[in-house]
């Protein structure tokens, strides 16, 4: 399977491990301009409790994946492009808004991202849906295998939106939105449901700042630990919603 093309960096948790991570050559080393949104809301905290919960289920876990994307969505979305439409009410003409062409793309990064799928789509019915297949690689987390691409061709002009629930090394994140922007994306919004700061700074450094680029959590938790999980976190999302499969 194919790996992202090389760039060296220490894994702040584990310094001896060395990523391969795809940026473009512009973007190497540079400092891009993100916009990071932390939601505050007593009902994210209460959703994002029970997710976290080793003793939550799967279903559980996986209606409250939907839930919070779609309080996430609500921050994320605050650009969309709108135009205006005359339409008439039953008591008056007046001048609405609809969302703008070209319709906006969401791509989920699997498998986790999956889970954060239908929530979006019941909000933005009209986007278009992409999909990248990722994983990390677990003997070396800050590497990751990419197993699909299945994206337009032309993402120019479009407004992007990534959907993923955990941003832990970062590694994952800058490389998908490469991918994005080999198509000419430069508006891109990632939804992550819990971020760790090592990860946050590590995409700070590494995203292409010719790209509009916007990250919204629910939460930036303390660390990662030795394996470049996320500390508290809630464990592998992917396992959590699917089940372990390797
Ligand atoms: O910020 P990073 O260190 O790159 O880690 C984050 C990535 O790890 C998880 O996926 P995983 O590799 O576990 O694949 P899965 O969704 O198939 O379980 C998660 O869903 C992200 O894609
Ligand atoms: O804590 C983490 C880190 C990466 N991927 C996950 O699913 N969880
Ligand atoms: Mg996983």
Request: proline residues 9%.
């Given at each position: 399977m194919p790996?992202?093309?090389p760039l060296?960096?220490?894994?702040?948790?584990?310094?001896?491990?060395?990523?391969?991570?795809s940026v473009s050559p512009a973007a190497t080393g540079?400092?891009?301009a993100m916009?990071?949104?932390?939601?505050?809301?007593?009902?994210v905290e209460h959703k994002l409790t029970?997710?976290?919960?080793?003793?939550?289920?799967?279903?559980?876990?996986?209606?409250l994946v939907s839930e919070l994307v779609m309080l996430e969505a609500y921050e994320a979305t605050r650009d969309l492009s709108v135009v205006s439409v005359p339409i008439e009410t039953p008591v008056?003409?007046?001048?609405?808004?609809k969302l703008a062409e070209p319709r906006p793309i969401i791509v989920p990064v699997l498998r986790a991202g999956l889970g954060m799928l239908d929530g979006m789509t019941r909000l933005i019915p009209t986007a278009e849906v992409g999909f990248l297949g990722m994983k990390r690689d677990e003997e070396h987390p800050t590497q990751q295998i990419t197993y699909a691409n299945r994206l337009p061709e032309d993402l120019s002009g479009r407004q992007c939106f990534l959907i993923d629930p955990m941003l832990a090394t970062g590694g994952t994140l800058v490389a998908a939105t490469h991918?994005?922007?080999?198509?000419?994306?430069?508006?891109v919004t990632a939804i992550n449901i819990i971020a760790a700061p090592e990860g946050i700074k590590y995409v700070e450094e590494h995203i292409d700042p010719s790209i509009?680029?916007?990250?919204?959590?629910?939460a930036v938790d303390e660390r990662l630990n030795e394996k470049c999980y996320i500390v508290p976190g809630l464990g592998d999302a992917g396992d959590r919603l699917y089940g372990v499969i390797d």
């Amino acid at each position: 399977m194919p790996r992202n093309s090389p760039l060296s960096f220490p894994c702040p948790a584990s310094p001896t491990c060395t990523p391969r991570i795809s940026v473009s050559p512009a973007a190497t080393g540079s400092l891009g301009a993100m916009e990071l949104h932390v939601l505050n809301h007593p009902l994210v905290e209460h959703k994002l409790t029970v997710l976290r919960d080793k003793n939550t289920p799967s279903s559980t876990f996986r209606e409250l994946v939907s839930e919070l994307v779609m309080l996430e969505a609500y921050e994320a979305t605050r650009d969309l492009s709108v135009v205006s439409v005359p339409i008439e009410t039953p008591v008056a003409p007046m001048t609405g808004k609809k969302l703008a062409e070209p319709r906006p793309i969401i791509v989920p990064v699997l498998r986790a991202g999956l889970g954060m799928l239908d929530g979006m789509t019941r909000l933005i019915p009209t986007a278009e849906v992409g999909f990248l297949g990722m994983k990390r690689d677990e003997e070396h987390p800050t590497q990751q295998i990419t197993y699909a691409n299945r994206l337009p061709e032309d993402l120019s002009g479009r407004q992007c939106f990534l959907i993923d629930p955990m941003l832990a090394t970062g590694g994952t994140l800058v490389a998908a939105t490469h991918y994005l922007a080999e198509r000419g994306a430069k508006d891109v919004t990632a939804i992550n449901i819990i971020a760790a700061p090592e990860g946050i700074k590590y995409v700070e450094e590494h995203i292409d700042p010719s790209i509009d680029f916007k990250v919204v959590v629910c939460a930036v938790d303390e660390r990662l630990n030795e394996k470049c999980y996320i500390v508290p976190g809630l464990g592998d999302a992917g396992d959590r919603l699917y089940g372990v499969i390797d």
